[in-house]
């Protein structure tokens, strides 16, 4: 720990990866709390893989036609409000199974990704690290990007707190009242997607929903309104991806997989403790 404090004042990989970390906290205990509320994890893990079509394409189109302001990041936001807006219409409007939709975006995006990163020349090892994630490859620009997509997260939020929590939790009751419940459901699923990509570059595609779920499932714990659990969430996310990234430095462990582990023991504890300490446990 003395190492990583002592370099941490040193590079800015590091300052990078803390601020990082700390500002998807954000949108992950904002909007991971709708999403567990909802019940539409299963959503959310298709939105996740289907980003990786769309850094894929922009890698492919970054080095085949030379497009240098073409970034994965960019890639993977507009793969992710596709996937989105694609899924949300589809479960609205569609007579299909939405569990059979839901799958088909879920490895349709996969493939898609993975053939156009088969095709893209050189070497792409910083790519294919989105599927565990390397949130010390952050940059920057990387950070500005991602601070401003938090802001737009948290002001639509505020925005329209009452709408979405109608549609968490009584849509009829909205519609009754005349809420457009399907236009802010699909706006929950369109801030989701971008809470997802700010997660894919901290812990990666593959690990995204356990960290956009087990905050909030730790926080459920000790709050009953939806808001402390937003804030409760916040705090422990930040906690998590601080206290695992410290703790990966010294033994040059994967960032991602090791935020992950933290935030799985704590859960695992929690809940082990909320039955053996539960009222009336003999």
Known sequence: MAEFIADLQQHSFLQYALLTGILASIACGIIGSYVVTRRITYIAGAIAHSVLAGMGAARYC????????????????????????IVGLVSLKAKQREDTVISAVW??????????????????????SYLFGNILMVSGCDLWLIAGLDVLI???????????????????????????????????????????????????????????????????????????????SVLLTALFTTSGIAASYGPDLPAGPTIIVLAGSVYILVIVGSRFFKPGHS
């Not at 490895?107 to 294919?128: C, H, Q, R, S, W």
Request: glycine letters at 8%.
């Open 107 to 128: 490895a349709v995006g996969m493939a898609v990704g993975i053939l156009f990163i088969f095709k893209t020349p050189g070497y792409n090892e910083d790519l294919m």
């Open 62 to 85: 970054e080095i085949v036609y030379h497009w240098e302001w073409m970034r994965p990041f960019y890639g993977a936001v507009a793969a992710a409000l596709m996937a989105a807006v």
């Open 154 to 232: 948290i002001g639509v939020v505020l925005l329209f707190y009452n709408q979405l929590l109608v549609v968490c939790f009584d849509e009829e009751f909205g519609r009754l009242r005349g809420i457009k419940v399907d236009f802010h459901y699909l706006t929950l699923l369109c801030l989701t997607a971008l809470t997802v990509v700010l997660l894919v570059t901290v812990v990666g595609i593959v690990m995204v929903i356990a960290l956009l779920t087990l905050p909030v499932a730790v926080a459920g714990q000790f709050s009953k309104r939806l808001w402390h659990m937003m804030a409760l």
